[in-house]
């Protein structure tokens, strides 16, 4: 429960900031191991990976649908003194989680091929696509409730126990890859089908650690399975309340993304495994801040919960100037170093220079991530998740608009796509940062929990 003394904030965000960015960047390691082991294959089998890969965005986009609405209430709840209210939305977050993971994953598998091709795939690349995002989608399934678990346990402030579950995730994915990919020792060469084999153990094995923990309570919330399992309308409606701009936000995100991949996968092969990498190198520069969004949410959710809006808005304060800060100086790391990075995951020289090309480029738009991701803690942290969410689908407008003029109407090529990525990315955040100042926020936060039965 937060202290509601006048004192520093930056150092519980820190702490509560550090576990969240090595859970993530376990996750995010997923795809960086795979690409590594792909690009062994060839330039063909990296932008195949790299289109299915889109498909994490969707099921982020539904994960956070349920986590968000999880977090914020758990945090409110924890920091009101309500236990036994936190452990009730626990429970229904996952049973919501268990019902909607099926019909996306049965879905996904039934319309991976169209899916694919309407991303821009064809040929080899479709094939293949298609082939690794049917496996991998059985993986999505236990990764939807691994984000119910783990948001529940950030709403308290634990966010060790989704660290160690992610760490036994990215140990099984790690050890996986090589071997199912090339066909070291025993093991078949599997090659792409093999890399999403290897991916959905994982996430099969780092959601079997986040249950046994919720069942034995470590984290001071706790899953009773004998209890009844049935949905409450109450906690339900709340969290789909919260949590429903904040999916379609990331479904924005992943409609955004994709528009990228889609325009790109015009051009050349090179330039979609260049974006394909580079997008991935982004996101690891990105999990720092992304961890101060979650660690900011928990914080100002709690506080919140207990009254204390003064310091939800110091915490608020601090997080954005570390989240500029941390990003400001990974975009000009990748302005000089963008070559011997990209040579990490290839050697195929079009596809270096191509992604050269991409990161020096758009290496500027990390700094308007850097306040949208913080902005966005904030508002979920209150749950009041809508301002993201309109911000979120000007940016897609946006961006699929100056996509099409920069590099069509104005003869940009591929260097308009870059461009566009940086304009539409500095119109939301700025945006966002207008909408966060008029502090109305704060009175949401305050009124969340009214009328939530503590059943």
Excluded at 288 to 294: A, E, L, W
Excluded at 340 to 358: E, H
Excluded at 425 to 443: C, M, P, Q, V
Aim: net charge positive; hydrophobic share 55%; glycine share 10%.
């Amino acid at each position: 429960m937060p202290d509601k003394k006048d004192n520093p904030v930056l150092k519980p965000l820190l702490i509560l900031a550090w576990p969240i960015i090595l859970a993530f960047l376990f996750q995010n390691s997923y795809n960086m191991v795979d690409i590594f082991w792909v690009g062994r294959l060839g330039a063909t089998a990296i932008a195949a990976v790299s289109l299915a890969g889109n498909m994490f965005y969707v099921i982020l986009a539904v994960g956070q649908m349920i986590g968000s609405g999880t977090v914020a209430l758990v945090a409110h709840s924890f920091g009101a003194g309500m236990v036994d209210r936190a452990n009730s939305i626990t429970k229904q977050s996952l049973l919501i989680a268990s019902i909607i993971a099926f019909l996306v994953c049965v879905l996904g598998m039934v319309s991976a091929k169209s899916i694919m091709f309407f991303l821009g795939g064809r040929g080899e690349i479709l094939a293949l696509s298609t082939a690794y995002l049917r496996i991998v989608m059985l993986g999505f399934f236990f990764q939807l409730l691994t984000f119910s678990i783990n948001y529940a346990f950030r709403g308290v402030g634990d966010m060790v126990l989704p660290m160690i579950s992610m760490l036994v995730a990215t140990g099984v994915n790690l050890v996986l890859d090589p071997l199912l990919i090339l066909g070291f020792w025993v093991f078949p060469r599997l090659e792409v089908q093999g890399a999403a084999i290897a991916t959905a153990v994982a996430q099969g094995a780092g959601f079997l650690i986040g249950f046994v923990i919720l069942l034995k309570g470590r984290s001071g919330i706790r899953l009773h399975l004998k209890e009844k399992w049935h949905l409450e309308q109450a906690i339900v409606g709340r969290i789909f309340k919260v949590g429903v701009p904040v999916g379609i936000s990331y479904g924005l995100m992943a409609t955004s993304i994709m528009v990228v991949f889609g325009i790109v996968a015009t051009f050349s092969k090179h330039s979609l495994a260049a974006l394909g990498i580079g997008t991935r190198i982004f996101q690891f520069a990105s999990l720092p801040v992304v961890g101060i969004g979650i660690a900011t949410t928990t914080l100002v959710g709690q506080s919140l919960g207990a009254r204390d809006s003064k310091r939800a808005t110091k915490v608020s304060n601090m997080a954005l100037i570390v989240s500029i800060l941390i990003m400001v100086t990974f975009g000009i790391a990748f302005v000089i170093y963008a070559r011997p990075l990209i040579g990490i995951f290839t050697n195929d020289g079009l596809v270096i220079d191509q992604g050269v090309r991409f990161m020096t480029i758009v290496a500027a738009y990390l700094l308007f991530v850097g306040i949208t991701t913080s902005m966005t803690g904030v508002f979920r942290g209150a749950g009041y998740t809508l301002p993201p969410m309109f911000t979120g689908l000007l940016k897609v407008g946006l961006l699929y608009t100056l996509a099409q003029i920069l590099s069509q109407t104005l003869e940009l090529d591929i260097d308009g796509v870059w461009w566009s990525m940086i304009i539409a990315y500095a119109i939301e955040s700025a945006i966002l940062f207008l909408w966060y100042r008029r502090r109305s926020w704060r009175k949401k936060g305050l009124e969340l929990l009214e009328g939530l039965s503590s059943k």
